[in-house]
């Protein structure tokens, strides 16, 4: 007798009842970039369908999510340089432009999630997560302006914040902190293992935020290692994240299994800026289908383990899905 697995794959139907992974619009979370002014959507080159959007545009956007059920956006600030300095100093303020975005989001739109990222790089004039003194970026003296960055994202509305900033101990620092602000309900969603990546091109075109000197290989994780995710993995745990997550995403999907095997956490994903733009690029030189690529990818995320899954193919993804 021979053995024939193609029996199960023979009719839709069985295809549909035998498959071990959904993608839906539930799973999804929608990066968005905001700039001052009015009226605004300034192409980014290198992430084609997104722009960098004054807040009455931003609004609009986030209802379009809303509009196909996606969950939740994921803000980042474009600064004016004349407010970027070494410390990131514009980075908590009450009324600085990430803040009233925020306070915008969530008052037209109160069921969506609003995800704000925490690191100095917007901010910062020398294009670092954390504070450069020297040649070094300094860990100890970055805590405590992350943990004043998250506090005041929380005070403006965030639901989630992420620290992307790949500091020691900084998810520690940002719960007490929020916790002794009386924002014990904000989450923090942890960018737990971030590799030092090539793949972040378009987003720091989109931000003009790569840094000015250097790289960021002293702080985010050597693209070489998967044991050293687990030892993240085990800090930001017992430093109190809400979630994890594993970037970028595709190139990494053996990382996304290994955490998901070690945490009863949910596990995010992103799909970052370059993963999106491939994509885009080789569509556009009718190379690749882009929706059918787009789907593929994400519900490889989904199958390596990811529950939430960052991707700027957000609203597409969701319009295909829902048919
Ligand atoms: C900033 C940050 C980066 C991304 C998310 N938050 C860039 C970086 O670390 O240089 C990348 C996202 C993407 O490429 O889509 N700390």
Redesign the pocket.
């Known amino acids: 007798m021979l053995i024939r697995p193609r029996r199960n794959r023979r009719h839709p139907a069985l295809r549909r009842l035998v498959r071990e992974t959904q993608l839906s619009p539930d799973d999804l979370v929608l990066?968005l970039f905001v700039q001052e002014g009015e009226g605004l959507a300034s192409a980014i080159a290198s992430l084609p369908g997104h722009a960098r959007l004054s807040i009455d545009r931003l609004v609009e956007k986030a209802g379009e999510a809303v509009a196909l059920g996606v969950p939740g956006v994921a803000l980042?600030p474009v600064i004016d340089p004349a407010e970027k300095d070494p410390r990131g100093s514009a980075a908590a303020k009450p009324d600085g432009l990430l803040q009233r975005s925020v306070r915008a989001l969530k008052a037209a739109h109160p069921e969506l999630l609003v995800i704000t990222?925490v690191?100095?790089?917007?901010y910062s004039s020398d294009g670092h997560?954390g504070v450069l003194i020297g040649e070094r970026i300094d860990n100890d003296e970055t805590l405590p302006i992350l943990a004043a960055m998250a506090v005041s994202q929380a005070e403006a509305g965030a639901d989630v914040v992420a620290p992307?900033?790949m500091m020691d101990g900084r998810v520690l620092a940002i719960r007490e902190a929020l916790d002794a602000a009386g924002f014990t309900e904000v989450a923090i969603g942890s960018?737990c293992t971030?590799y030092a990546?090539a793949?972040?091109?378009?987003?720091?075109e989109a931000?003009d935020?790569?840094?000015r000197s250097g790289d960021?290989k002293t702080y985010?994780m050597d693209p070489a290692n998967a044991r050293e995710a687990l030892r993240e993995l085990s800090l930001d745990e017992s430093e109190g994240a809400d979630w994890v997550m594993v970037?970028?995403g595709l190139v990494y999907a053996d990382i996304i299994r290994l955490v998901r095997d070690h945490t009863a956490l949910p596990v995010a994903a992103?799909?970052?800026?370059?993963?999106?733009a491939m994509l885009r690029a080789a569509a556009e030189r009718g190379w690749l289908d882009y929706d059918r690529c787009l789907l593929e990818s994400l519900l490889s995320l989904k199958r390596a383990g990811a529950d939430v899954i960052?991707t700027?193919g957000a609203l597409d993804a969701a319009r295909l899905l829902r048919g």
Do not use: C, I, N, T
């Open positions: 990066p980042f990222d690191a100095l790089d917007p997560d992307s900033d960018y971030k990546s793949f972040y091109g378009p987003f720091r931000l935020s790569a840094p960021k985010q970037k970028p992103y799909h970052v800026s370059g993963e999106y960052f700027y």
